[in-house]
């Protein structure tokens, strides 16, 4: 290939030894380019370097050590399955390497090799034993010490590793210099960061385990300093753009808001909204976030605060994310509001044609004060006479290219945002780093702990046996059942989940069924059966997870618990810690005693915030804040948990930067500045950054 043609938009089917068909298998993991390729990132590595003693093998933690084949052996199982063993000895311990149904493996080995094998260690007797390990035949004379880490990728149907390896070789070799680099030479030196075209060689094809933590280190800051960046400039646009109502609640307006409670505020919902009436009271619109575990009465907060907007004269609107919370807002708020001249606005999905165009019509004259809606409300074609406040109550996911929307409309509303469930502070900082915090730090006094049990296989009888005497004692429960797809045993149907409670243990009772297929009118019946006390038990699915609220149904079982994340196990729970009685959780797992850590760490804390941190440990926030929808936020998030003090480093120089040039005046910054245009300027509105 000609030096002129060398592009990171060169395809990848033109580079040296990819050929046609890889390029067709790599182009269903959407890399077709030499960028496309570079900027795929592994998810992570397998550590080849045989540093691991014997002495420091766990059970259940990967591990590679070294060794000298010196004995193979193979079977037939009991189970009529080839079995392949291969004994490893090495310094201080041997280790059996066990491989099922996989007959080729054989030819690999022979008795005196060297071999480096990578995978869970488990006790077997005196020895260890690792079920179909990674294996690096070593050269002879090779030193198994030396390091060796090897990227694994994201895959898709039908693309392998060795696809994706052999593409990135090639696409390194062709145009990895050509990346830009997006920090000037004194800026990476000062923050001791690897250069461009070093970080990316490295992140690909690690020579050593520090110099792959410096490349990640790298990237990590600049993701993370690059939306931070992204996210002050959204902020400052918002900013200088129209102001919002200045609304000022007075004693008057607080004494007669409080008065509408049935309960006292507590001091935690009132410093929350300290804070939040001093933003409403000032023309730069508010941009709030609130956070607090489930129960801490994050909902008491938000109508306090519309009901402050309606009385100064404006519209508030609050967004569900789901049609059953819209109309659970609908209620409360009708509760609250009984016997009030305060006009109240239903608007979701659901309602026909004629509804839907009257109800516009009295938003827009301002007929209308408080709007409640599914999300569907600010993509849609609401126009309000004068929108004070919008309540975002946000099912536990990112909200910044919501809010970017939202904010794009000639109104400036004050926001405020609510997490369904506690985000962990790293994960606040750097996705919410544009919007002030509050946390309601405890919950209304009086509320009992949920007692969580762990129901392990041959434990459910005794404690269906304790289900039903508490349903017979007059409380209401919940029995979650995963959705199909993600059922462990292969549940048939939700129907037949249904059927085996209804035929067997909750024999006795009457059962309601709701599930996410269900019609909203439906789902809302029955419901309301529930809520009303026709009914004893709700098997669900975790439509229910979040903001349900049926102040006797005090009982929860959890099928299959290891089909459900640490954060929607939380919100469940959350659903039966209704205070004065205690609620009562068992989670049914459907492997034996063996540890699972995400069940077993919902079992020991009942504290939404350290549970949300444990799961950042486990899982990683890729998943914890749903970020697998959008792909653009998933790169950078993949270390997140694990790297708090970058975050921290790189908001704070953001931070710093945007102080001290925020039109990016500096030559140095140029290329910073299309980098992160090029890269958030269409999700955030960037249109006229500097
Ligand atoms: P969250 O939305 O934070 O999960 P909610 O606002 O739904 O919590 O509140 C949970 C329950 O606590 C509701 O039944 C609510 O009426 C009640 N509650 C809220 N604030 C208080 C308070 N200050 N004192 C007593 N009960 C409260
Ligand atoms: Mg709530």
């Known amino acids: 290939m000609d030096k002129h043609e060398r592009s990171l938009t060169t395809p990848l089917e033109r580079l040296p030894g990819v050929g046609t068909p890889r390029a067709q298998r790599l182009e269903a993991l959407g890399l077709v380019t030499v960028r496309d390729a570079l900027i795929h990132f592994p998810r992570d590595y397998k550590d080849f370097s045989g540093a691991h003693a014997f002495a420091e093998l766990r059970e259940g933690e990967h591990a590679s050590v070294a060794g000298e084949v010196i004995d193979i052996g193979s079977r037939t199982t009991a189970g009529g399955r080839q079995m ?34 990578a995978g869970m260690p488990k006790r077997a007797g005196k020895a260890w034993e690792m079920t179909h ?116 609640v007075d004693a008057r307006i607080d004494g007669r808001i409080r008065a509408r409670f049935p309960f006292e505020l507590t001091l935690s919902q009132a410093e929350v909204l300290t804070e939040i009436v001093a933003d409403m009271a000032r023309q730069q619109p508010m941009n709030r976030l609130l956070q607090g575990d489930v129960g801490s009465g994050k909902t008491a907060v938000a109508v306090y605060a519309m009901l402050a907007a309606v009385a100064c004269g404006h519209q508030a609107a609050i967004m569900a994310p789901t049609e059953l919370l819209a109309r659970q807002h609908m209620a409360t708020l009708e509760r609250l509001l009984a016997g009030s001249r ?36 600010v993509s849609g074609s609401a126009t309000f006479k004068s929108l004070g406040l919008v309540v975002i109550d946000e099912q536990h996911r990112f909200g910044v290219i919501q809010r970017a929307v939202l904010q794009q409309g000639d109104t400036e509303p004050h926001v405020l945002v609510m997490t369904a469930t506690p985000i962990p502070r790293t994960i606040a900082h750097a996705v919410y780093g544009d919007l002030d915090q509050s946390v309601i730090r405890e919950g209304p006094a009086g509320r009992q702990p949920v007692l969580t049990y762990r129901v392990a296989p041959g434990q459910e009888d005794s404690w269906w046996d304790h289900f039903r005497k508490k349903l017979r004692e007059g409380r209401q429960g919940y029995v979650v059942v995963p959705a199909v797809e993600e059922s462990k045993r292969g549940l048939a149907s939700i129907a037949s989940a249904f059927e085996e409670l209804a035929n067997g243990p909750l024999e006795a009772f009457r059962l309601g069924l709701v599930h996410g297929r269900l019609k909203s009118a439906e789902k809302q019946a029955i419901m309301e059966d529930f809520r009303g006390g026709k009914l004893d038990a709700l098997v669900c699915t975790s439509v229910i997870e979040v903001g349900i609220d049926v102040p006797n149904a005090t009982l929860m079982t959890i099928v299959d618990a290891e089909s459900f994340g640490l954060a929607q196990l939380h919100q469940l729970r959350g659903r039966v810690a209704r205070g004065a009685v205690a609620g009562i959780c068992g989670a049914i797992t459907a492997s034996g005693d063996e540890a699972h850590p995400r069940v077993d760490s919902f079992v020991a804390s009942t504290d939404g915030f350290a549970l949300a941190e444990q799961d950042l440990r486990l899982r990683g926030p890729g998943e914890l804040v749903g970020t697998r929808q959008s792909g653009k936020l998933a790169m950078y998030l993949a270390d997140l948990g694990k790297h708090p003090e970058i975050v921290a480093e790189a908001r704070r120089d953001a931070l710093d930067l945007y102080e001290r040039d925020p039109t990016f005046a500096d030559a140095t910054l140029t290329r910073l500045k299309k980098l992160v245009v090029d890269r958030w300027g269409e999700t955030l509105g960037l249109g006229h950054v500097g």
């Open 84 to 117: 392949l063993t291969v004994l490893v000895q090495g310094q201080g311990g041997s280790v059996r390497a066990v491989w099922f149904n996989m007959p080729f493996m054989a030819k690999k080995f022979a008795v005196g090799m060297r071999v480096v094998l």
């Open 133 to 248: 390990p990674e294996v690096r035949v070593c050269a002879a004379g090779e030193d198994t010490s030396r390091g060796e880490f090897l990227a694994i990728y994201p895959l898709a149907e039908g693309a392998r590793q060795s696809d994706v390896r052999l593409a990135m070789q090639a696409a390194i070799d062709h145009a990895g210099d050509l990346l830009q680099e997006a920090f000037s030479e004194a800026w990476l030196e000062a923050k001791t960061l690897l250069p461009i075209h070093e970080a990316i060689r490295e992140i690909h094809f690690p020579t050593s385990l520090e110099k792959l933590d410096a490349a990640r280190r790298r990237f990590i800051y600049q993701e993370l300093f690059m939306l931070q960046l992204a996210l002050r400039l959204h902020r400052a646009q918002q900013q200088d753009r129209k102001a919002a109502p200045v609304m000022a």
């Open 342 to 377: 305060i006009r109240l606005e239903l608007l979701i999905g659901g309602q026909t044609q004629a509804q839907r165009r009257k109800a516009l019509q009295r938003i827009a004259t301002g007929e209308s004060q408080i709007i409640v809606g599914t999300q569907a409300l």
